[in-house]
C-alpha cells in the first residue's frame, strides 16, 4: 500500500502512530510526509531521524510483528499539520503513550511536557540554577522519578546509560540530574564505563545489548556542591544553553 501522489499532497505534514496487532498496544509516534508511514511500519530504516537504539528497538517490535505473521497497523493520527506546529504535536502524542520505543521525548517534552501541579509549582517557582556555572558538568535528563527526594534512585536513574562522549563525560567535575527542566542531584563520577553485565553487575537489565552506551559509578556530590547546584528541592533551568531539548545530555564547559 502507498499514497498517491495527489494524496500525499493533500495529507502534507501528519502525524503517525504505529501499533502491535497481538495487542492493540502503540509502539512508535513519529512525523512524516508522503510515504513515510508505509516505510516505516515496514521496517525501511530512517538512520536520519532515528538514534541507533531508538532504530533497534522499533525493527525489533516489527520483526517480532512479521515473525509472528502479522502486519504492523498504523494509523494517521493528524495530516496537513503547519510546518511550525508538527514538532508540537508530535511531542503531545509521544508523552501521550508512554513505553514507546521512542528513546526520546517529543520535542520539549522535558521543558514543556506533562506535569502535575507540583511539578508546575515546582518548575516556575524553585529557586534558579547559576547562570554561569564555576564547575565543568555534565547534565543528564532523567525521566520517570517517583521521589526527588530520593537520592540512591536519582543516582541509579542518571548513573546508566546513555549515548555520551567518554571523553567529555570523564573530563566533567561533576555530573547532575535533570527531571522536567530541575536539578535534582549531584554526582561525581569515579569511573565512566561501557554498559555491560561485567562493569554493572548490580543493574538486572544489563545485559549487554546496550555495550555502545555508557554509565558510571560513583557518589553524591560535596554537600556544599549539593545546595550550589540542587538545593532542598531542586533547582530550575532556565538558561538556554543548558536546558535539554531532544538529547538527553548536556555538556558545560567540558
Not at 561525581?188 to 554493572?200: G, I, K, P, Q
Request: glycine share 8%; charged share 25%.
Amino acid at each position: 500500500m502507498r499514497f498517491s501522489e495527489e494524496v500525499c499532497e493533500r495529507l502534507g505534514n501528519y502525524v503517525y502512530r504505529l501499533i502491535d496487532p497481538r495487542n492493540g498496544e502503540t509502539f512508535y509516534v513519529g512525523k512524516g510526509r508522503n510515504n513515510r508511514v508505509f516505510d516505516h511500519a515496514a521496517g525501511v530504516a530512517d538512520l536520519t531521524d532515528d538514534d541507533s537504539q531508538t532504530l533497534g528497538s522499533k525493527l525489533d517490535r516489527i520483526r517480532a510483528i512479521k515473525n509472528a505473521g502479522l502486519e504492523v497497523l498504523h494509523v494517521i493520527h493528524r495530516h496537513e499539520i503547519p510546518e511550525a506546529a508538527i514538532f508540537e504535536v508530535e511531542a503531545a502524542l509521544i508523552d501521550a503513550y508512554p513505553g514507546l520505543t521512542n528513546i526520546q521525548g517529543g520535542h520539549a517534552s522535558s521543558d514543556r511536557g506533562p506535569m502535575n501541579h507540583v511539578e508546575l509549582l515546582d518548575k516556575y517557582s524553585l529557586p534558579t540554577f547559576p547562570q554561569n556555572p564555576e564547575h565543568k558538568l555534565v547534565l543528564i535528563n532523567i525521566n520517570k522519578l517517583d521521589n526527588r527526594f530520593d537520592r540512591r534512585a536519582i543516582y541509579n536513574l542518571v548513573r546508566y546509560c546513555w549515548r555520551i562522549s567518554r571523553s567529555r563525560a570523564e573530563n566533567a567535575q561533576y555530573v547532575l540530574a535533570v527531571i522536567r527542566g530541575v536539578v535534582v542531584g549531584a554526582f561525581e563520577a569515579e569511573r565512566w564505563m561501557a554498559a555491560t553485565a561485567d562493569n554493572f553487575p548490580d543493574i538486572p537489565y544489563a545485559d549487554g545489548s546496550e555495550a555502545h552506551r555508557f554509565g558510571f559509578v560513583g557518589r553524591d556530590a560535596p554537600q556544599k556542591i549539593w545546595d550550589l547546584y540542587v538545593g532542598a528541592r531542586g533547582k530550575r533551568i532556565t538558561a538556554g544553553e543548558l536546558k535539554h531539548v531532544q538529547n538527553p545530555v548536556r555538556f558545560w564547559s567540558c
